[in-house]
Nanobody
């Protein structure tokens, strides 16, 4: 399975971006059982959880999100979406998609998000 992210880019504070992560090579019945998550890492910092969603649709967000981001999962398209609104300069980082199934974890290559004035 390969995770392919897209949707990063440059945006001004207060703007929005929609990140997408597609699981290529996964069959539908398997993907629907994945825990999916978005993490981010800024230079000189540790990678941190942004949002995650379980196979049952239970979501979890980092404390810094404060209602600005929404994670969703489209099993039919084997895709997880992170809608980010009201972006701040502190949100600048590389955003990574992660899948977890049992003891197996996979990471995408990352997509850069830059919020600048």
């Amino acid at each position: 399975v390969q995770l392919v992210e897209s949707g990063g880019g440059l945006v001004h504070p207060g703007g929005s971006l929609r990140l997408s992560c597609t699981a290529r090579g996964s069959i539908l019945s398997v993907f629907s059982n994945y825990d999916m998550g978005w993490y981010r890492q800024a230079p000189g910092t540790q990678r941190e959880l942004v949002a995650s969603i379980s196979p049952y649709g239970v979501t979890k967000y980092g404390d810094f999100v404060k209602g600005r981001f929404t994670i969703s999962k489209d099993n039919s398209r084997k895709r997880v979406i992170l809608q980010m609104n009201n972006l701040e300069s502190e949100d600048t980082a590389v955003y990574y998609c992660k899948s977890t199934a049992g003891n197996e974890e996979k990471w995408g290559q990352g997509t850069q998000v830059t919020v600048f004035s």
